[in-house]
């Protein structure tokens, strides 16, 4: 079982430049979410997902973009990457419903320079 | 807006026991526990209902009052193991689809 699989492990940007962060999972959940983890700030949340064609924003969404054309796939879209945008981005699901533990992947390190 | 987690940071002998702690401004329906090693993904420890309940896992334990709108993990006689940093992840009522996680604490056990 997979689980939560996001690419690339890591990347480098230039200033300007746009990239698509992928993100799969194979457990048929509902949910899925993504976060930003910046040294001592903790996760934050980016946008969230309750299912196919449905997205909404979390606590920091500008600069970035989503969709949800599958159950299994939520790609985080960076346009006009910014040196404000460097971080390590991790994408997590779970099942619906309230109580569901949240299964995460090994995170996408972003640097852009 | 999220969770504030208490302390920043804590080192401990092994052995020693510690205590992380959660709060929120809005109310809430439940709280996780994650853990997360250097380098790698946040790992779920255990959920927590409205109700005042407390859980185990271990010798790792966490209490909720949801009056105070406040969670704490207790750490009890600490291994090398349980050092990483640890969130807490919150949901509220008519919005739980909604995980939104605390800044973090991170724990450092030396022998």
């Known amino acids: 079982n997979a689980g939560v699989t996001q690419t690339p492990k890591f990347r480098i940007l230039k200033i300007g430049q746009s990239m698509t962060l992928q993100c799969t999972q194979d457990?048929?959940?509902?949910?899925m979410y993504w976060y930003r983890q910046d040294p001592g700030m903790g996760l934050k949340l980016i946008y969230y997902s309750v299912g196919a064609g449905i997205t909404d924003k979390g606590e920091v969404p500008n600069g970035y973009n989503v969709s949800r054309s599958t159950t299994e796939d939520f790609p985080l879209r960076l346009e006009l990457a910014a040196p404000s945008q460097t971080s390590v981005y991790f994408c997590a699901s779970r099942l619906t419903g309230m109580n569901t533990e949240a299964f995460f992947g090994q995170g996408t390190r972003l640097t852009v320079v | 807006q999220q969770p504030v987690q208490s302390p920043q940071a804590v080192i401990l002998r092994e052995g020693e026991d510690a205590v992380i702690n959660c709060s929120s401004s809005?109310?809430?329906?439940?709280v996780h526990w994650y853990r997360q090693k250097h380098g790698e993904a946040p790992v779920f420890l255990m959920i927590?209902?409205?109700?005042?309940e407390q859980k185990g896992h271990d010798k790792i334990s966490a209490s909720f009052n949801e009056k105070k709108q406040q969670s704490s993990l207790y750490l009890t006689a600490s291994q090398l193991s349980y050092s990483g940093t640890y969130f807490c992840?919150?949901?509220?009522?008519?919005?739980?689809?909604?995980?939104?996680f605390g800044t973090g604490t991170r724990l450092t056990i030396i022998p």
């Open positions: 992840g919150t949901e509220i009522p008519f919005g739980n689809e909604k995980l939104t």
């Open positions: 809005k109310a809430l329906y439940s």
């Open positions: 457990m048929n959940h509902n949910y």
């Open positions: 927590l209902l409205k109700g005042g």
